[in-house]
C-alpha cells in the first residue's frame, strides 16, 4: 500500500497556507504588531464614530426641542386666531344688530318723511295765497325743519356707526390673515425641521453601519491575534522536540505494522490495532490543519504541531474536530475505523518533520 504520494502532496498543499504558522518566533511577532497595530487602528476609528454618533445624537436632541418649541408657537397662534375669530364673531353680532338698528331709523325717517310732505306743500300753497300770516307759516316751516333734520342727524349717526363696525370688522380680517402667515411660516420651519431629523437619522444609520463593520473587522483581526500567541507560545513553551520519548499513544492498542521507509513498501508510519470505537487523541498540542478523505487512507485528520512537526492519523470512523481548530494535548479528535492491516478496527499513524517521515516509536513513551 503506497501511502507516501498522498500525504505528500497534502502537506505540500498545506506548507504554503500554514507558512506563517511554521515562522521564527521573531515573523511571529512582527506578524503580531502589524495585526495589534490594525486593531489599534480600528479602535481608534470606532471611537470616533462613536463620538459622531454621540454627537449626531445631540443634534437630534436639539432638533426635537426645536420642534416642541415649534409646535408650542403653533399653539399659541392657533389660540390666537381662534380669539381673533371669537371676537370677530362678535363684532358681527354687534354689526347685525346696528344694521337692524339702522333699518328701523330709515324706515321712521321716511315715515316722517312721508307726514312732512303733505303739511310741508299745503303750507307752501297757502302761503301762496296768504291764508296765514308770515309768523304762523314760519313756525310751521322751522318744524317740519327741526324733524326733518332730526332724523337725519339719527341717519348720519347710524351710518357712523355702521362704518365703525366695517373699519372693526377690516381689522379683525388683517389679525386673521396675519396669525394665518405666521401658522404657514410655523408649519413651513416645522417640515424643514422634520427634513432635518430625517437626515440627521440617515447619517446616524450610516456611522452605525460603519461601527458595526469596523466591529466585524476588529473581531476578525483579535482572533488572528489570538491565533498568532498562540503559536508564540507553542513555540517558545511548547517545543515539539522537547517531548521525544514522552509523547502520549493517539490510541489504546497493539503495534501491528511498523515504521520501515526503505522496506520494499515503505512504511513510514505504524500501524496500531484498537477496539472498535476507541478514541483517537491528539499526541501534542497543535492546530488541525486538514480533516478529509484522502485515497488509500480513509478519514484523515492532519494536526500542525508549530516548528514543522505534524502528526497524521488515518482510517477514522469519524473526525470530532474541525479544520483550523485548536487543539489540547490528549483532546480526542475522532474515533477509529477499519484498518486493513489490522483486519479489524484499528488507526495508522506518522509524524513528519519538514514533510519528511519520522519514527513515531522514537517519539512515543515506551509501549504500554
Not at 445624537?57 to 389660540?79: F, H, P, T, V, Y
Not at 331709523?105 to 318723511?113: D, F, G, P, Y
Not at 430625517?198 to 483581526?221: F, H, T, Y
Request: hydrophobic share 40%; aromatic share 8%; proline share 3%.
Amino acid at each position: 500500500m503506497n501511502r507516501v504520494l498522498p500525504v505528500c502532496g497534502v502537506l505540500a498543499l498545506l506548507a504554503l497556507p500554514f507558512a506563517a504558522a511554521a515562522a521564527q518566533p521573531a515573523h511571529l511577532e512582527r506578524a503580531l504588531q502589524q495585526e495589534r497595530q490594525k486593531a489599534d487602528e480600528r479602535k481608534g476609528a470606532m471611537q470616533q464614530l462613536t463620538a459622531r454618533e454621540h454627537e449626531l445624537a445631540g443634534q437630534l436632541g436639539k432638533i426635537e426641542n426645536r420642534m416642541r418649541s415649534a409646535q408650542d408657537r403653533i399653539k399659541a397662534k392657533e389660540s390666537a386666531l381662534d380669539a381673533a375669530r371669537r371676537q370677530q364673531d362678535q363684532f358681527a353680532s354687534q354689526y347685525e344688530a346696528i344694521r337692524l338698528k339702522h333699518d328701523k331709523a330709515v324706515e321712521q325717517l321716511l315715515r316722517i318723511l312721508r307726514a312732512l310732505w303733505p303739511i310741508r306743500a299745503q303750507g307752501m300753497q297757502e302761503g301762496l295765497r296768504l291764508g296765514d300770516s308770515w309768523d304762523a307759516t314760519d313756525r310751521r316751516f322751522q318744524w317740519n325743519s327741526a324733524a326733518y333734520f332730526r332724523a337725519r342727524a339719527v341717519f348720519e349717526d347710524v351710518r357712523r356707526q355702521e362704518r365703525a363696525i366695517a373699519g372693526v370688522l377690516a381689522k379683525q380680517r388683517a389679525v386673521e390673515a396675519e396669525v394665518d402667515k405666521q401658522l404657514r411660516a410655523v408649519n413651513a420651519d416645522k417640515d424643514a425641521l422634520l427634513r432635518d431629523r430625517l437626515a440627521v437619522n440617515a447619517r446616524m444609520n450610516q456611522v452605525s453601519d460603519q461601527r458595526r463593520d469596523l466591529e466585524g473587522e476588529l473581531q476578525s483581526i483579535l482572533t488572528t491575534i489570538r491565533q498568532l500567541n498562540y503559536q508564540l507560545v507553542s513555540q517558545r513553551s511548547r517545543k515539539f522536540d522537547a517531548f521525544k520519548a514522552s509523547l502520549p499513544w493517539p490510541v489504546a492498542g497493539r503495534v501491528v505494522t511498523g515504521y520501515a521507509p526503505s522496506a520494499k513498501t515503505p512504511r513510514r508510519g505504524i500501524g496500531l490495532a484498537a477496539l472498535e470505537g476507541g478514541t483517537v487523541r491528539s499526541v501534542f498540542w497543535g492546530k488541525v490543519v486538514h480533516n478529509d478523505i484522502l485515497r488509500g487512507l480513509g478519514r484523515v485528520v492532519i494536526i500542525y504541531h508549530g516548528n514543522d512537526y505534524y502528526s497524521l492519523y488515518a482510517y477514522l470512523a469519524d473526525a470530532t474536530v474541525q479544520t483550523g481548530q485548536e487543539v489540547e494535548k490528549d483532546e480526542s479528535i475522532g474515533h477509529v475505523g477499519y484498518y486493513p492491516e489490522a483486519h479489524g478496527s484499528g488507526l495508522y499513524f506518522e509524524l513528519r518533520f519538514h514533510q519528511k517521515p519520522i519514527n513515531p516509536l522514537l517519539w512515543l513513551m515506551p509501549a504500554q
